[in-house]
C-alpha cells in the first residue's frame, strides 16, 4: 500500500524555522522525483521545491534562499527545510511523488504550517 504521511507542522512565528518530513512506503522510493506543494486557504495549489532522484534542486522564486529539500533514500524520506519563515507562508504543506515516464504520482494527506505573531 503506497503512503505518504507528512509530519512536522505546526505554528510558529515570523523568523522561525521548521522542518517538514515525508515518510514513504509502498514504493521504490529512490525512482521518484520529489516534491513539496502548498496551498493557502482559497488559493490555488502552489509548487514550492523539487528534488530529482540523483539529487538537483529547484525551489519555487518565493522560497528560494530560505527553504532547502532534502532527500534520504535509506529512510525513505523526503524534507523540507524552512527557515526565516513569513506569514505568507501559511498553508497546507503537501509531499508529492512522481515517477518520470509513469502515471505513478502519489500525494501525501498535508500538514499545517502557520506563520503568525
Known amino acids: 500500500q503506497v503512503q505518504l504521511v507528512e509530519s512536522g507542522g505546526g505554528l510558529v512565528q515570523p523568523g522561525e524555522s521548521l522542518r517538514l518530513s515525508c515518510a514513504a512506503s509502498g514504493f521504490i522510493f529512490s525512482n521518484y522525483v520529489l516534491k513539496w506543494f502548498r496551498q493557502a486557504p482559497g488559493k490555488a495549489r502552489e509548487w514550492v521545491a523539487t528534488i530529482g532522484t540523483a539529487g538537483s534542486t529547484s525551489y519555487a522564486a518565493s522560497v528560494k534562499g530560505r527553504f532547502t529539500i532534502s532527500r534520504d533514500n535509506a529512510k525513505n524520506t523526503v524534507y523540507l527545510q524552512m527557515g526565516s519563515l513569513k506569514v505568507d507562508d501559511t498553508a497546507v504543506y503537501h509531499c508529492?511523488?512522481?515517477?518520470?515516464?509513469?502515471?505513478?504520482?502519489?500525494w501525501g494527506q498535508g500538514t499545517q504550517v502557520t506563520v503568525s505573531s
Open positions: 508529492n511523488a512522481v515517477w518520470i515516464g509513469t502515471n505513478a504520482d502519489f
